[in-house]
């Protein structure tokens, strides 16, 4: 059945940087997008970015320019990078996927679902 596990979260002050990752199994890894989403306490899950198993990817204004995506199709693996962390960026993180080769930053549009790993961001 189709595995998501994330890791590398943690926590780091206002400024800094984490790199979180995504290993993926069970399906066939090349042919699904894939997406970054964050759910922050009291708030719904939103969209962070997303990337299509052309590499094609997609943000959300709020993360633009801080945060990328990318994909290791030989590793089955998600990666996001993540620099210059604000404290609104404090938030559970979830990888995700899709049985399409696109998808956009709508979490009704995904099937999978990782467990999360926290971000937290001191000012």
């Known amino acids: 059945q189709v595995q998501l596990v994330e890791s590398g979260g943690g926590s780091v002050q206002a400024g800094g940087s984490l790199r979180l990752s995504c290993a993926a199994s069970g399906y066939t890894y090349n042919t699904y997008c894939m997406g970054w989403f964050r759910q922050a306490p009291g708030k719904e899950r939103e969209g962070v970015a997303s990337?299509?198993?052309?590499?094609?990817?997609n943000y959300a204004d709020s993360v633009k320019g801080r945060l990328a995506i990318s994909r290791d199709n030989a590793k089955t693996s998600l990666y996001l990078k993540m620099s210059s962390l604000k404290p609104e960026d404090t938030a559970m993180y979830y990888c995700?996927?899709?049985?399409?080769?696109?998808?956009?930053?709508?979490?009704?549009?995904?099937?999978?679902w990782g467990q999360g790993t926290q971000v937290t961001v001191s000012s």
């Open positions: 990337i299509d198993s052309d590499g094609r990817t």
């Open positions: 995700a996927t899709r049985p399409r080769p696109y998808c956009n930053l709508s979490p009704s549009f995904f099937t999978y």
